[in-house]
């Protein structure tokens, strides 16, 4: 046992305060020791440097759809549509965002909203164009489209999914296949 004390123990203790110096007036700045260090300022909870006032801002935290618009404009400008097409989601004008992301050849993209607006006839579209057969085959599913699902789920590789849809059409010979190519 050694009679200095623990590193925890010195450390609950707290540090102690830097020991008083005089000095000839207006010296101040020149004392030795951590009262002038960085970090004792900062644990003292003062910055190290002045605070200035700043005045508040004017602007919002939350940007308003004037100024979506504005940044899909700009973003347009610069051939970004995809970020075009997002900036007018956000400020709600959903025509003009699919007509960027089309512009922009972003099928998926255009897809989505399309579903979300419930346009289901272009979303399908949308989903072959951007190749996604599956998706498509989802959105004919929605539509009461079976024969065009079960096509789509075919030439996706779903084959079971394709053969459940065809039985249920009475097409038994193009299930059959289906169930074969499917294992």
């Not at 590193?7 to 207006?26: A, D, E, L, Q, T």
Request: charge should be positive; aromatic fraction near 10%; hydrophobic fraction near 30%.
């Amino acid at each position: 046992w050694s009679s200095r004390p623990s590193r925890n123990r010195r450390r609950r203790r707290g540090r102690r305060p830097p020991p008083k110096v005089s000095h000839p007036p207006g010296w101040h700045f020149a004392l030795p020791g951590p009262k002038f260090t960085r970090r004792y300022r900062l644990r003292r909870g003062r910055c190290a440097g002045r605070r200035r006032h700043r005045p508040p801002t004017r602007e919002s935290p939350i940007p308003t759809p004037a100024e979506y618009s504005k940044r899909a404009k700009q973003a347009a400008r610069d051939g970004n549509y995809d970020q075009a097409g997002d900036f007018y989601r956000l400020a709600g004008d959903w025509k003009r965002a699919n007509e960027m992301y089309l512009k922009g050849s972003h099928f998926e993209l255009a897809a989505r909203l399309a579903e979300e607006m419930g346009d289901l006839p272009n979303a399908s579209l949308y989903y072959l164009k951007a190749g996604d057969l599956a998706a498509a085959g989802e959105i004919e599913l929605k539509q009461d489209n079976r024969d065009k699902a079960a096509w789509m789920f075919n030439k996706a590789g779903q084959f079971a999914r394709a053969a459940e849809l065809l039985e249920s059409l009475d097409q038994y010979a193009a299930a059959a296949e289906n169930y074969k190519k499917g294992g």
